[in-house]
């Protein structure tokens, strides 16, 4: 069965997973737009949070404006009502270790020698990777796979689950035929 409903696709999961590649990926092979939530969620990126409100308002001017789209990244929590825009969540998840050894190299090429110890970005870094640790193990409370699975219980879209070591382009083949194409 061909999903052609599927006009408005949300892509989550861990930072470092590829939630933003294969948006971008699936948006060179669909008619969707690609959109980001970093893009809305920082004023100035990875270091100044936007207002929630004007956050709010600028997606959901994008949302409903721009169909159909593509919107990687999470927003749980602050984006809770953009859930009825949703016509399909894609769950994104990869072991951790190597979820980290991404996270370390786009750090490194973000930043380069920066983030090393006497760097201006390294205790940044540091936190930065500290938080993003956590993810398979911490709870609710910060942005986590238990967040994201308690948080995909209240969706009422359906739901494909990518989890495991794939490529990028093995990922787009399973969206592809997930979706009919």
């Not at 990777?129 to 359906?158: F, I, N």
């Not at 739901?159 to 495991?164: C, D, K, V």
Request: net charge negative; aromatic share 12%; proline share 3%.
């Amino acid at each position: 069965m061909a999903l052609s409903f599927c006009k408005r696709i949300h892509i989550l999961g861990a930072s470092g997973v590829g939630t933003s590649t294969l948006g971008r990926e699936l948006a060179s092979r669909l008619p969707h737009l690609h959109l980001d939530s970093d893009d809305y969620f920082w004023e100035h990126k990875f270091t100044m949070q936007s207002n929630v409100k004007d956050r709010i308002n600028r997606i959901e001017h994008d949302l409903s404006s721009k169909e159909p789209w593509i919107l990687s990244g999470a927003v749980c929590g602050w984006g809770d009502v953009l859930i009825p825009y949703f016509d399909l969540v894609i769950f994104l998840w990869i072991p951790q270790e190597l979820r980290l050894d991404r996270l370390r190299a786009r750090e490194y090429e973000r930043y380069g020698h920066e983030i090393f110890q006497g760097g201006s970005k390294y205790e940044d870094n540091q936190a930065f990777m500290e938080w993003a640790a956590l993810y398979d193990t911490a709870g609710v409370e910060v942005r986590s796979k238990a967040l994201h699975e308690q948080w995909m219980t209240r969706l009422k879209c359906p739901i494909l689950r990518l989890e495991g070591d794939f490529t990028v382009s093995e990922r787009v083949d399973v969206v592809m035929n997930y979706l009919g194409k």
